[in-house]
């Protein structure tokens, strides 16, 4: 494994990822996949003994148990990623594929075709998943990956890292193809930030601390991904057992994650009769609430909620509730402490539905689910490097599809201008 020390120039490791990129294109990137896959499970043991020692030491720390649950591995979870990169393989292939195509009055015929971005940065926190899905995914799309995983992911992404490197060397690869900026120095962070044509792509993902200093400093081209201030709303004729299973759901399954739920919002004609129960079954969960004036009159034991709930992504067992007046009010909030994720609205009025996808401003918008299904893998794209929350080139979960880009092959008999 490529080992970054502190006094180390960067730029030879994005150089060894450059020319490892090349031709990986043309490479047989299917069977290396699977390779990887074998590799994970064969060193499962060594890889759970790693993670073990990033987990205690966490814990030792006080960590919060959400944020210790992303971070954990188990034999499932790393069968689940094996199985996951697996998918990979089996993914058409997002190469070489003509996008349009059409001949000028000229003669020259005109096509677009997609092909590799070439070496892409991933900057991400805690969740050793990523370090596999991220390389998988840009090894499938034809790129050479650079990881910067969090310090307390270190012991696990190194022993990934190395086992995926095996792989690719067992498979003819070259090793360089996946490379971990093995070193918990933040100044490394920022020169990955600035290598403008060494680094051809920056993917955050984390918080919104590590993603705002990734997008305020990245001199890379970026693609913005995954702050989760997700909203459920109550509406007025809502089938209420359906919305007190989907904010429990939303909330509760696993509330470290971007696409958790982080407020409630009630529709005032369904308050007094919602807000009670669904409140005490997600206070018997755990879940610390958040809530307005109007909410604590139906559910008083609530803490009171202060503006900077409504902006807050907890990744906790925390939830901010308010009541609003009707439908305008919530897709108002929404669109203001919204982080552009997925929202959801629980409805039996189709017209109040459409309403709600049309106008709130989100990557994902829900009708009568969860917003947990926010999630590549979930949407049949084999896995996600990410969530996209902007609105250039990507936007909600990111697949394959997104981890290309595109060039025109112009073909011509000798035609001037």
């Not at 031709?23 to 047989?28: D, S, T, V």
């Not at 814990?59 to 992303?70: I, P």
């Not at 050479?144 to 990934?160: D, K, M, P």
């Not at 109040?352 to 969860?370: G, K, P, T």
């Amino acid at each position: 494994m490529a080992v970054v020390k502190p006094d180390v120039n960067l730029s030879e490791l994005f150089d060894r990822a450059r020319r490892a990129s090349r031709g990986l294109a043309r490479a047989e990137r299917n069977a290396t996949l699977l390779a990887i896959a074998d590799e994970l499970i064969a060193h499962s043991q060594e890889i759970l003994s790693a993670n073990t020692l990033d987990v205690e030491a966490e814990r030792n720390k006080g960590t919060a148990a959400s944020l210790l649950d992303r971070l954990t591995l188990n034999v499932k979870r790393l069968a689940d990623i094996a199985q996951a990169v697996r998918l990979i393989a089996a993914l058409p292939d997002p190469l070489q594929r003509i996008q349009d195509g059409w001949q000028l009055d000229n003669g020259l015929r005109i096509k677009k075709m997609t092909v590799p971005f070439g070496v892409i940065g991933m900057i991400y926190e805690s969740r050793p998943n990523v370090t596999v899905d991220a390389a998988s995914l840009s090894l499938k799309a034809g790129s050479a990956a650079i990881l910067r995983g969090s310090a307390n992911a270190l012991n696990s992404n190194r022993v990934l890292v190395r086992v995926m490197r095996q792989a690719l060397t067992k498979a003819g690869l070259p090793a360089d193809v996946i490379q971990l900026i093995d070193s918990p120095e933040r100044r490394l962070v920022t020169e990955l930030l600035e290598a403008r044509g060494k680094v051809d792509l920056v993917i955050p993902r984390g918080g919104a601390s590590l993603i705002n200093h990734v997008v305020q400093n990245a001199k890379v081209p970026v693609i913005e991904t995954g702050v989760g201030n997700c909203h459920v709303f109550v509406d007025s004729s809502a089938k209420l057992k359906h919305a007190q299973e989907i904010i429990l759901n939303a909330k509760v399954q696993r509330p470290g994650v971007c696409n958790s739920a982080e407020t409630l919002l009630v529709h005032q004609d369904v308050a007094e009769t919602f807000l009670p129960d669904a409140l005490a079954a997600l206070s018997e969960q755990g879940v610390e609430l958040f809530a307005c004036e109007r909410s604590r009159q139906f559910y008083p034991q609530a803490a009171v909620a202060s503006e900077a709930d409504w902006a807050t992504e907890y990744l906790d067992f925390k939830l901010a509730v308010r009541v609003v007046n009707d439908l305008d009010e919530a897709i108002d909030h929404i669109n203001q402490y919204g982080s552009q994720h997925s929202e959801a609205i629980v409805t039996e009025s189709l017209e109040n539905a459409r309403r709600f996808q049309d106008e709130v401003d989100a990557a994902a918008v829900y009708v009568n689910a969860s917003t947990r299904f926010t999630d590549g893998f979930v949407f049949g794209f084999g896995a996600e490097i990410g969530i996209s929350t902007q609105k250039l080139h990507a936007r909600g979960p990111m697949g394959l599809a997104e981890m290309v880009t595109h060039k025109y092959l112009i073909d011509g008999q000798g035609q001037i201008r």
